[in-house]
């Protein structure tokens, strides 16, 4: 039981090392807050308070790089294991199921902590020139989270948008995860998130017209009027089940890949 404990720490040690050791993980919120100053160049109405103009960005084309940045820092470590042979090593001298979810918690970790960096570095440089909060423009808008609005707490309704959607980026850098045990081509896996997420959105789009309520964006977008409670047991259990299906799948492919 002991061998047990220890061994799955040594895990989670491994990749947090070789996280802390990747210039990416130190580059990519920077990246993540041009891309959100890159959504609202050309905008003429760049007087709005911060929060205005971030959520002016977030609905920009220019956003969903956004995912790709957070794919890029860790999604391709499975297939540098496998073109090292170290996935064989730990085989042998681990257990393959740690191994793999050790990854999956530490994409996750990695998608948030980038999101909500990337974000407070956004609205701390807008707001040397900006008020930070609109409440009487937000008053009558759909975003949730409304009551966080004022100079107190409106920071809080920043870390939870790049919590929420740091977990949209986990499942989309998973996918790219798994997507990388059928193709090596670093660029075709990097555009995997963009690629899955605008399809998400299309089948969504597809599945309401007809009453199947399979995705909804809005669970992860803070920045959308969210709805009844039902909606977000739905917005939860989508979440698990991609990420168990997702995670069961990758241990599958490679107990039969090696």
């Given at each position: 039981m002991r061998n047990h404990k220890i061994s799955r720490e040594k895990y989670f040690r491994a990749e947090m090392y070789r996280l802390l050791t990747n210039y990416k993980i130190y580059l990519a919120p920077f990246i993540v807050n041009a891309i959100l100053f890159i959504g609202i160049g050309g905008q003429d109405n760049y007087t709005d308070s911060v929060l205005n103009v971030f959520i002016k960005s977030v609905w920009s084309k220019a956003f969903m790089a956004i995912f790709v940045v957070c794919a890029a820092v860790y999604a391709g470590t499975l297939v540098e294991d496998l073109e090292t042979n170290y996935i064989r090593y730990i085989i042998i001298r681990g257990n393959l199921n740690k191994y793999v979810f050790s990854k999956v918690i530490m994409l996750f970790f990695i998608s948030i902590i980038v999101m909500i960096i990337g974000v407070l570095f956004f609205v701390a440089i807008n707001s040397m020139f900006l008020q930070v909060g609109d409440v009487v423009y937000f008053d009558?808008?759909?975003?949730?989270?409304?009551?966080?609005?004022?100079?107190?707490?409106?920071?809080?309704?920043?870390?939870?948008?790049?919590?929420?959607?740091?977990?949209?980026?986990?499942?989309?850098?998973?996918?790219?995860?798994?997507?990388?045990?059928?193709?090596?081509?670093?660029?075709?896996?990097?555009?995997?998130?963009?690629?899955?997420?605008?399809?998400?959105?299309?089948?969504?789009?597809?599945?309401?017209?007809?009453?199947?309520?399979?995705?909804?964006?809005?669970?992860?977008?803070?920045?959308?009027?969210?709805?009844?409670?039902?909606?977000?047991?739905?917005?939860?259990?989508?979440?698990?089940?991609?990420?168990?299906?997702?995670?069961?799948?990758?241990?599958?492919?490679?107990?039969r890949r090696i």
């Open positions: 009558e808008s759909s975003v949730q989270y409304q009551k966080l609005f004022n100079n107190d707490k409106i920071i809080v309704w920043f870390i939870l948008w790049g919590m929420k959607m740091g977990i949209l980026a986990g499942i989309l850098s998973l996918i790219a995860l798994l997507t990388s045990l059928f193709f090596s081509n670093k660029m075709f896996l990097l555009s995997i998130p963009a690629l899955v997420y605008e399809l998400l959105l299309e089948i969504n789009v597809e599945l309401d017209k007809v009453g199947i309520y399979l995705f909804d964006v809005r669970w992860y977008r803070i920045d959308m009027n969210g709805g009844d409670k039902v909606w977000s047991l739905r917005g939860f259990l989508f979440t698990c089940l991609c990420v168990i299906g997702i995670t069961e799948f990758v241990i599958h492919r490679l107990k």
